[in-house]
């Protein structure tokens, strides 16, 4: 069993910066697969970035290529999402997904981008 736990959402202005972080548990943290998802209202949920055991192989959506960075430290059971130039329509909800064997997902955070 993996926990999940997502941070670091809230309300920012359009062209504004937000950091996310999410903790997974577990000593083989390093063998875990991660991504972040998002799902807005009355939207499927879509792929936002994930990265690679090692961190050395990132993918991200086409919606934010450029503006969101993703990122991991082992050390510390964490990856974090970086999102810069936020704009109204990344309002969402971003689930942190955590895959070593089968996939577990976090409760969510929102983020509201709005003047």
């Known amino acids: 069993q993996v926990d999940v736990v997502e941070s670091g959402g809230g309300l920012v202005q359009p062209g504004g910066s937000l950091r996310l972080s999410c903790y997974a548990s577990?000593?083989?943290?390093?063998?875990?697969?991660m991504g972040w998802y998002r799902q807005a209202p009355g939207k499927q949920r879509e792929l936002v970035a994930t990265i690679t055991k090692s961190g050395g192989v990132t993918n991200y959506g086409d919606s934010v290529k450029g503006r969101f960075t993703i990122s991991r430290d082992n050390a510390k059971n964490t990856m974090y999402l970086q999102m810069d130039n936020l704009k109204p329509e990344d309002t969402a909800v971003y689930y942190c997904m955590s895959h070593y064997g089968r996939e577990y997902w976090g409760q969510g955070t929102q983020v509201t981008v709005s003047s």
């Open positions: 577990g000593s083989l943290f390093y063998l875990y697969f």
